[in-house]
């Protein structure tokens, strides 16, 4: 087997996990790294072994020595950089969240089924081998239909700032950040269901609260205090055609007493957590059963 040929467009720091992932595939050779910034560009491309650097992706696309290419940009640039790397027959791994809008989801659509490439975003969290343990049980039908979900991750002080506080470049606060996450957890672990309606609420009422002292929170290199343009909280209620539903809150600020992360899913047989720790409720012999499977890991590990 030929090792896929590898380009990393945007090299800021979530592409070091798709770079890593690169480095430790046996199957896969980092060819190219692309950049608006030409020095950081070179720096990448020299600690991975890269040999050619771009500042313009559609160079970089041109370049009959790329198989395939990770979108690690601003998400306003996933769109038409995916659509410009299916049509130029790369392969693309987009981060998350694919875009901004439901028209540029469906353009990106159109352009892949247009073409032969493979198009994937990066939610990581399927993949999580407590996820798919939990799928293995779903499979063999140890929870029966699953009708219920319910994802929360709320951050009581956890606004990033820099481009993820442009609504502009980011599309969104935290709903599109890490809300995407779960929710698509919860829509893949119930079997995909086909949306029937969505009822949500977003809220932009504490900015974020750069006056807080004497407790720190992970900021963007690009941070600037008086800068803010998105959500601070905002949740959902998404009923699915075949009548189960999934309620969803997320945050970036909320006067909440700690942080929180919970992925709950109920079904008629049996339920199931996968955070804040892997967990199974069901019932045996009238008797209701709370087990802790026995993993390396008790909490997700992506």
Known sequence: MNKVRVAIIGAGSISESHLNAYQNNPNAEIVAICDLNEERAKTVAQKYGAQKTYTDYQALLADPDVDAVSICTWNNLHAETSIAAVRA???V???????????EAHQIQQAVRESKAILQVGYVRRHDPNVELLQN???????????????????????????????????GGPLIDIGVHVIDLCWFMMGKPKVKSVTGNVYQKLGNRAHI??????????????????????NALIRFENGASLMVDVSFSLHAKEDESTVKIFGE???????????????KHDTILNIQPQTDHKASNL
């Open 89 to 91: 027959g790369k392969h």
């Open 93 to 103: 791994l987009v981060e998350k969240p694919l875009c901004r809008t439901v028209e």
């Open 137 to 171: 049980f779903i499979n063999n039908d140890e929870f029966g239909n699953l009708y219920y979900a319910k994802a929360s991750i709320l951050r009581r002080l956890g606004n990033p700032g820099g481009w993820f506080a442009d609504k502009e470049r980011s599309g």
């Open 213 to 234: 002292r004497n407790f720190s929170f992970y900021k963007a290199a690009d941070y600037d205090s008086s800068k803010n343009t998105v959500e601070d909280m905002a």
């Open 269 to 283: 047989k049996g339920g199931f957590e996968i955070d804040p720790a892997l967990f199974i409720v069901t019932e």
